[in-house]
């Protein structure tokens, strides 16, 4: 997926994230579609990025 | 961006020997035309060979692999074909090669299992390991979008599906609509941050119930987690036998429509029998001429010399008639008396006419045989019949060829009747009754237990919202845990919905553009409306849906959804299409031939010529019109493709 096009996703999920959870963090929200973007046919993998990209979002006091 | 730059095949079905088809650099339509038979089918299929490993016949099956083997070759005992693709994803050249050969130790091979398969990538300067080669082509090429790229008239056709809401194979495309635009990225950020937030969860409870403060919380909170999960476990079960119904009810409804053409069929069938049989008794005639002008192609050889013997015998004449007329002087002057003149001749004539004769006089009987012989030879007829033998073998070759194109089809078409017989259609319109109830029911059960999930989530919700209100610091972390989880899932979900309409709302805008640009109708329509399904309805330019349309709109719809996919799909590509004209008019065929080069960057026409001629092809493509070939006829079994510009 190109980079144009990975923004058209974050963009809608960046809508979303300013009226559903505006105290949730943009970047995590990013990461997780990179997780995915990343591990298309791959559940493990994407969780565990995931959990990953959690894990580091609460640890970092955000 | 996905873009072929070349492809060779080799003992591929018609290409006997490799052949080589380069894909021009710079965006526009590259055509190949071929007759019946010659290869086009093949050359689409030799694409989805190499991404996919697999070809695909009539009625979307897949192909026998030993079926792809070209025949000429099998004859010989050379078995087996190579497929050499060359492409750019995002930049990166890849090259990729696979080969099927008969096994060690298998001589005649006779079915796919008697061949080995082997493939090689390349990916910049680097070999693919083999592990990841399936993986790999998978990203650059995901086989469930393969539809919009790759396709011919009888695809085209399955798009009406997206307009019925029962339709399994409409259920099919849809998904793969929303592969190609990216949807499963959401959808697949949602179900595992679900996933992870039930983890979370569990988490919680095991941690409150070790608190004597939120035991009783804990284990309230564990046991709606249990229930929950026993819910999960069956709608999964649920869910799984809703694949496999579907999945027969999509076999069957295709089995069903194919024998809806049934009479259709067996009328070509029938028709192209009559043809063979009428093909095969003039080709008796033309033999038969063939050989009785055969029969005096030999006097041919005997050109020269017979004129050689005609001009001596011609001479011998000559020579005979001025001997037989010495002869009659001599007997004149000897008598004194011409017989021809029949009057006496005086001394002086008969002094002149003896001075006139010479040593060796003829006879009447030297006359008659050299005459005799001139006459022989003069009865000898040359006709020259290398202009009817040419033009009789040329026409055999013609009917031959006509033969074997109808037994090509009358084979597909018996093959196609073979499945439709009363007893098994009858036995599978039961069958699919049968599975549509059972459908009705598994889906009724997944509702009811989404409900009961939903409410035991909300059970739990509440629960961890007392939790949180109890204020016991070491639960603190795993609360914002399972939050964070829980809202991002949250979000996602209403993405997955969001992005969705979005995306419709793009896909019908330019379906719309690219139906008004292809129909020939445009001041009656306004454009396209879609539908949940992603199914495209005409709209007329009074507002009203136009629910009855002809076979001609319905390719013309297809076509327009096939170009909007790929102007808002993530994954771009080229658009290979195979004779997709056969439905359509000739002055739709020329909107859409027009409209080509703005459905993808990169897009291969294989076309038939009877469909549309060279000539309406260059003009209308102008210099979009980047490269041309011709599939060229070597024989049956052998076919040559040539660059022709």
């Not at chain 2, 190579?82 to 096994?103: I, K, M, N, Q």
């Amino acid at each position: 997926m190109s980079t144009t096009e990975l923004q058209s996703l974050l963009s809608t999920v960046e809508t979303i994230r300013q009226t559903l959870a505006p105290t949730l963090s943009a970047e995590l929200l990013q990461a997780i579609v990179e997780a995915e973007e990343g591990n298309p046919e791959d559940d493990v993998a994407a969780m565990r990025a995931i959990d990953r990209a959690v894990k580091t979002y609460l640890t970092g006091g955000e | 961006m996905l873009k072929l730059r070349s492809i060779e095949v080799a003992g591929f079905g018609p290409f006997a020997e490799p052949q080589l088809l380069e894909f021009p650099d710079r965006p526009g339509v590259t055509v190949v035309y071929g007759e019946n038979m010659r290869g086009k089918t093949t050359l689409l299929n030799a694409i989805r060979f190499a991404f996919f490993g697999k070809a695909v016949g009539r009625g979307s099956r897949t192909a026998k692999i030993h079926a792809l083997s070209n025949r000429e070759l099998a004859a010989q005992g050379q078995f087996g074909f190579s497929v050499a693709l060359d492409f750019e994803h995002d930049g990166v050249r890849y090259e990729l090669h696979r080969e099927c050969r008969p096994r060690l130790g298998v001589e005649k091979p006779e079915g796919d299992a008697d061949y080995d398969h082997d493939m090689l990538l390349r990916r910049g300067d680097a070999i693919v390991s083999q592990e990841v080669c399936d993986k790999t082509l998978q990203q650059v090429f995901p086989g469930e979008v393969s539809r919009f790229f790759l396709f011919d008239g009888e695809l085209l056709q399955e798009y009406e599906e997206l307009l019925s809401n029962e339709s399994e194979t409409g259920r099919r495309i849809s998904a793969a609509i929303e592969r190609i635009l990216g949807v499963p990225i959401l959808k697949r950020a949602k179900m595992h941050l679900t996933l992870l937030s039930e983890d979370a969860d569990r988490e919680a409870a095991a941690a409150a119930s070790k608190n004597k403060k939120t035991e009783m919380l804990g284990n309230a909170l564990r046991s709606a987690i249990d229930q929950k999960k026993a819910h999960q476990d069956e709608l999964a079960r649920l869910e799984a036998e809703d694949v496999k119904l579907s999945g027969e009810k999509a076999d069957l409804e295709r089995y069903l429509n194919s024998v809806k053409r049934y009479a259709a069929i067996l009328a070509q069938r029938n028709e192209a029998l009559a043809q063979r049989e009428a093909s095969a008794t003039l080709e008796l005639e033309v033999r038969a001429d063939l050989q009785r002008a055969m029969s005096d192609a030999w006097r041919s050889l005997l050109v020269g010399r017979v004129q050689q013997a005609r001009d001596l015998a011609q001479q011998d004449v000559e020579n005979q008639v001025a001997g037989l007329k010495l002869d009659l002087r001599l007997q004149a002057t000897k008598a004194g008396y011409c017989e021809i003149c029949d009057r006496a001749l005086d001394e002086e004539t008969c002094v002149r006419l003896r001075a006139s004769i010479g040593t060796d006089p003829g006879s009447t009987d030297s006359v008659t045989q050299a005459l005799s012989r001139l006459n022989d030879l003069n009865r000898f007829q040359i006709r020259d019949v290398t202009d009817v033998v040419k033009q009789l073998t040329k026409r055999l070759q013609e009917l031959r060829l006509e033969q074997a194109t109808l037994s090509d089809r009358i084979g597909d078409w018996t093959s196609e009747l073979s499945d439709a017989d009363p007893e098994t259609m009858r036995r599978s319109q039961a069958s699919y009754a049968e599975i549509t109830e059972k459908l009705v029911h598994v889906r009724i059960g997944i509702g009811a237990e989404k409900k009961k999930i939903d409410e035991t989530d909300e059970s739990i919700q509440r629960l961890n919202e007392k939790l949180a209100a109890a204020g016991v610091r070491d639960l603190a972390a795993t609360q914002r845990h399972r939050s964070v989880l829980r809202s991002a899932a949250d979000v996602f979900s209403a993405a997955v919905d969001r992005y969705k309409a979005d995306l419709r709302q793009r896909v019908e805008a330019s379906a719309s553009k690219l139906f008004l640009a292809m129909t020939t109708e445009k001041k009656d329509y306004a454009g396209l409306t879609i539908s949940e399904n992603y199914g495209l309805t005409i709209r007329h330019r009074d507002g009203a849906a136009e629910d009855l349309r002809s076979a001609g709109a319905e390719h013309v719809v297809a076509l327009a959804l096939m170009g909007a996919l790929q102007q808002n799909a993530p994954l771009r590509g080229p658009i290979v299409m195979d004779s997709p004209f056969g439905r359509l008019d000739e002055e739709h065929t020329s909107n859409v031939v027009r409209a080509l080069p703005s459905m993808a960057d990169q897009v291969v026409l294989l076309v038939f010529e009877a469909e549309i001629g060279r000539d309406r092809i260059r003009e209308l493509l102008g210099p979009k019109l980047r490269r041309e070939y011709v599939l060229d006829y070597v024989s049956a079994r052998r076919t040559k493709l040539t660059p022709i510009r």
